[in-house]
């Protein structure tokens, strides 16, 4: 088994082929038995029953698409090692 994170700046509720192929990725990785854990940011109206799905901050840019407000990649590292969601540093 691995532990497997994916960040995305798409994801759930949003429509479109970025969010549908981290979708489809992260299914098939669970279904393989491995953990996968998403970092997206937050949106209205996301689900409120999400698994393994961190949702951070994030900021507006043109047409549509989200930028972590801060240096998410080493933040959510941190956050990660931390709660002991993944045991070593990625």
């Known amino acids: 088994m691995m532990n497997i994170l994916m960040m995305t700046n798409t ?3 949003h429509v479109g082929g970025v969010a549908r192929s981290v979708q489809s990725f992260t299914d ?3 279904k393989r038995g491995h953990r996968t854990l ?3 940011p937050e949106y209205e ?3 409120t029953d999400e698994v ?3 949702r951070i ?3 507006k840019k043109e047409k549509g698409s989200l930028s972590n407000a801060d ?3 080493i933040n959510c590292q941190q956050y990660c090692v ?3 969601l993944f045991a070593e540093s990625l």
Do not use: E, K, L, Q
Request: glycine share 8%.
């Open 45 to 47: 109206n996301m689900p």
């Open 28 to 30: 098939g990785y669970r």
């Open 52 to 54: 393994d799905v961190i």
């Open 57 to 59: 901050p994030a900021i």
């Open 38 to 40: 998403v970092v997206a």
């Open 71 to 73: 240096n998410s990649g």
């Open 11 to 13: 994801f759930t509720p």
């Open 82 to 84: 931390r709660r002991y």
